[in-house]
């Protein structure tokens, strides 16, 4: 009725059209001149999960989850995806919905960089195996991108970045190709970066990463809207043979951290 009777403007224009979509963090919308407030201020956060932490808000078998390092955060924010209980690494919380269901696309998750400890050392057939495509018993997994890091006595470290997110992936990838993981820990998911947050830690993401997620969001309802897909990778860059330096780490500052309203 508000709409209808035209005392409803989004960005300073009157909207008469029912069913007429705002997103809540960016359009400013007013009835009878007065803005709307939203309910509830959108909260992202980052926590590093420490290992044999369940990455769920409860467990029934009640072993440790990321809920019991989420000190003083008094909105229920919810995983963006998983991590197994041994595996550690950035896990993005957030009370978002939409945000969730557009970084979990079926079809194209964003991309995930994981540092892996694998025993021995991957041949270059082998990394272009993973690289192409593995078959695992629910299909071929899709491109990835793999970087040698580092070489120990019996293992070695690597970085590998996929575009989805099955059961215990990474693992079986690496499985598959005969080189089981010792460690694994998630360094980047889309723009955000674990950089040199504690193990246990979190933080508030910055004005700039909850944009940069909100520009996916709205990159893929375009292309949806559209008719085109959101599943297409962008083209891969070329492959650097040799021993790579692991993905950058950013240090982000924790007196900033806040809620984004
Ligand atoms: N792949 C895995 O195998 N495990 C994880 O926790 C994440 C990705």
Request: aromatic share 4%; glycine share 8%; proline share 7%.
């Amino acid at each position: 009725m508000l709409i209808a009777s035209g005392r409803v403007t989004v960005n300073g224009k009157v909207v008469t059209e029912l069913g007429t979509k705002v997103d809540p963090e960016r359009d400013h919308v007013k009835v009878d001149g007065k803005h709307l407030e939203n309910a509830q201020p959108f909260v992202y956060l980052i926590l590093n999960k420490p290992k044999n932490v369940m990455s769920t808000l409860d467990d029934p078998g009640g072993r440790p989850t990321v809920k019991n390092f989420l000190h003083g955060v008094s909105v229920r924010v919810f995983p963006v995806g998983r991590l197994d209980f041994d595996s550690e690494g950035l896990m993005l919380l957030t009370n978002n919905g939409d945000l969730t269901q557009a970084l979990l696309h079926p079809r194209y998750h964003v991309p995930k960089t994981y540092l892996i400890k694998v025993k021995s050392v991957l041949t270059d057939a082998e990394i272009a195996q993973l690289e192409k495509g593995i078959k695992l018993e629910d299909g071929m997994t899709s491109p990835a991108t793999v970087k040698k890091v580092r070489k120990a006595e019996a293992n070695s470290w690597v970085e590998i970045t996929i575009h989805e997110g099955r059961k215990h992936q990474v693992k079986r990838m690496l499985e598959a190709v005969g080189h089981p993981v010792i460690k694994l820990t998630r360094v980047k998911m889309g723009p955000l970066t674990l950089g040199d947050l504690g193990s246990g830690e979190f933080r508030f993401l910055t004005d700039r990463e909850a944009n940069a997620l909100r520009d996916i969001v709205e990159q893929r309802r375009t292309l949806e809207k559209e008719g085109k897909d959101p599943g297409v990778r962008p083209p891969k860059p070329p492959r650097r043979p040799g021993w790579a330096k692991p993905s950058k780490t950013k240090r982000h500052s924790t007196k900033k951290a806040r809620p984004v309203a």
